[in-house]
């Protein structure tokens, strides 16, 4: 497991209590559970591209995200890398496959430098023992996160590529538009080939819907005319 090597004690990270996204954490939300998560938390860092754990491996714990940007990703049997979930500050990863008692279905990679915490299972399962009501929240998190994969199925199976890579722009732009995204990134997404996602890009800068001209970013010039396109209602 990468967390030996990438977690340990980091002075510089900043504290659970004036942590900004504790008061969107499934954990560190209510006072007394921060007071146990920040006894039994673990510091960690990831540089952009390193992964934080891999799919199959068993969940030692949960982790949260101080700062940055990861994926879960999964690859298909003919090697393919697929985008299941983008996680920001805040978000929490892991925590399915641990109450589950599963290996990891997904590996977690850092898409940006990532600060991240990690809490032990054992240390997980007394807090929830000892606050139940935490489950009502999980459960929640656990119902949005279901949702969210039952839309992006039907979308791979209802539309067709073009209208897949207009939509991963769109979600892209709203939820994460400081990351400049590679064309592979975008394909991993729409679930389609980096070849394809260059060739509709390329029909849609002609269409006037986006602009590249500056080379790895994508502007979006006609917001509106890009969701008739994605067939976003």
């Known amino acids: 497991m990468s967390i030996k090597k990438e977690c340990g004690p980091q002075p510089n990270l900043e504290s659970c209590k004036t942590c900004g996204n504790r008061l969107d954490s499934i ?8 007071l146990m998560v920040e006894k039994a938390r673990v510091s960690c860092r ?3 591209g390193q992964i934080i754990f891999y799919s199959g491996n068993d969940p030692l714990g949960i982790f949260t995200i101080q700062s940055g940007l990861v994926k879960l ?38 898409v940006e430098d990532c600060e991240l915490c990690f809490v032990p299972k054992a240390e997980i399962m007394n807090i929830f023992k000892s606050y139940p009501e935490l489950a009502m929240k999980l459960l929640s998190h656990i119902s949005k ?33 400081h990351q400049n995204w590679t064309r592979r ?14 060739r509709t890009l390329s029909q849609f800068e002609k269409d006037g819907l986006i602009d590249q001209t500056d080379g790895r970013s994508i502007r979006i010039l006609s917001r509106d005319r890009l969701k008739d396109r994605a067939e976003i209602r």
Not at 27 to 34: A, G, I, K, Y
Not at 185 to 198: F, H
């Open 73 to 110: 990703e999964v690859i298909s049997a003919s090697g393919a890398a697929h985008t299941l979930r983008l996680v920001g500050p805040g978000g929490t990863l892991g925590y399915r496959s641990m109450f589950a008692n599963e290996p990891y279905h997904a590996s977690a990679v850092a």
């Open 46 to 48: 990831f540089k952009a």
């Open 145 to 177: 996160d279901l949702r969210m994969a039952e839309e992006k199925w039907m979308d791979q199976m209802d539309k067709g590529a073009s209208e897949r890579i207009a939509e991963a722009l769109i979600f892209l732009q709203d939820h994460f538009a």
């Open 185 to 198: 990134e975008i394909a991993q997404w729409a679930g389609t080939t980096p070849e394809t996602v260059i």
């Open 27 to 34: 954990l560190c939300s209510n006072p007394d559970v921060l």
